[in-house]
């Protein structure tokens, strides 16, 4: 098991920054690739943003690209998710989720979930 929770949400105007934080518990988050996720209201979860283990190799979502950097500090069990330039359609409840494999995109690869935190941008 690998409970995550998520902080650092809130709202936001458009052209605003925020940092998403994920602490997870437990010993092996060093050995989990991690990743962002994000679901609007009426849409499906989509893939954000993923480190692997060590934080040497990260991967985006086109939407996303350039203006969010993933990060972790395995030290403090921790995964980022710095957010600039923000638009209103990035609104949506954000979620970390922990896989075995790094460069996954898909909902059903990753094995644990936070419980998200709700990104509001304002125009």
């Known amino acids: 098991q690998v409970p995550l929770v998520e902080s650092g949400g809130g709202l936001v105007q458009a052209w605003g920054s925020l940092r998403l934080s994920c602490a997870a518990s437990?010993?092996?988050?060093?050995?989990?690739?991690m990743g962002w996720f994000r679901q609007a209201p009426g849409k499906e979860r989509e893939f954000v943003a993923a480190i692997n283990w060590s934080g040497a190799s990260t991967y985006y979502a086109d939407s996303v690209k350039g203006r969010f950097t993933i990060s972790r500090d395995n030290a403090k069990n921790t995964v980022y998710l710095q957010m600039n330039s923000l638009k209103p359609e990035d609104t949506a409840v954000y979620y970390c989720a922990a896989s075995r494999d790094f460069g996954r995109v898909g909902v059903p690869q990753y094995d644990y979930w936070g419980q998200g935190t709700q990104v509001t941008v304002s125009s």
């Open positions: 437990g010993r092996t988050f060093s050995s989990y690739a």
